[in-house]
């Protein structure tokens, strides 16, 4: 089965490349969104989770002007500690919340020994 109506980021730290979220996108249109697959793969992963419904601006976006800009965005994290309500969140404060993100999920894998560590 495949799933046309959003798309799947990786929220990843450029040193190395490292996956830290998963983010599934998707225009809002007032539906709930069904989480399934994306809550499995960031358990596999574990990583966490998130689904973001933005809602376009009637204003063009000012980086790209063929393109509405972004008005806001309804985020609900879907692993782990699923919540049940959906938070609204302005397009600077999703930026923000994603900078926050990527700073404790960096923090969680830089504290880690490598693998290897013991052998070199």
Not at 59 to 74: E, G, K, L, T
Request: hydrophobic fraction near 40%.
């Amino acid at each position: 089965m495949a799933d046309l109506d959003s798309v799947l980021f990786v929220e990843y730290g450029y040193d190395g490349k490292l996956p830290l979220a998963l983010v599934e996108v998707a225009q809002d249109i007032g539906q709930e969104k069904p989480t399934g697959v994306i809550r499995e793969l960031a358990k596999m992963a574990n990583l966490p989770a998130f689904v973001a419904l933005y809602t376009p601006a009637t204003r063009a976006n000012p980086a790209s002007r063929a393109w509405h800009d972004i008005d806001r965005f309804r985020i609900k994290r879907v692993w782990p500690t699923p919540e049940p309500d959906w938070r609204t969140l302005s397009p600077g404060e999703w930026a923000n919340a994603l900078l926050q993100i990527r700073d404790w999920q960096l923090r969680r894998f830089v504290s880690r020994p490598a693998s290897n560590d013991a052998s070199y």
